[in-house]
């Protein structure tokens, strides 16, 4: 789980390259996708899903194409990454959300 601190004016970018950043990860390094929350307070946390840990662990090192590395890229320059934080990293329990495909 993370919290991801958006500069001041780039949230537009932000939201813009998110679901594209997901895509990439979920096409290129096998995660489940991931979901972005708006929490009262404004902050934004984000969760993704991985099928194991060994997938989730392997992905640092799996590249994405061109066009998902520039938005990855875009991402991160609407982000202050210096306060960008992992607030929890977590095994499942108990799984009881349904899975569909990702519409590509």
Do not use: C
Request: no cysteine; proline share 5%.
């Amino acid at each position: 789980m993370f919290e991801f601190v958006v500069k001041p004016g780039k949230e537009d970018a932000f939201l813009s390259a998110w679901p594209k950043v997901t895509q990439g990860i979920y096409l290129f390094k096998g995660s489940l996708g991931s979901r972005l929350h708006k929490s009262e307070e404004g902050k934004w946390i984000a969760y993704a899903q991985w099928p194991s840990k060994l997938v989730y662990e392997q992905a640092a090192s799996i590249p994405m194409n061109e066009e998902y590395e520039a938005q990855r890229a875009a991402m991160h320059e609407a982000l202050n990454l210096d306060d960008t934080k992992t607030l929890y990293q977590m095994d499942v329990e108990i799984d009881y959300l349904q899975r569909r495909p990702f519409a590509v």
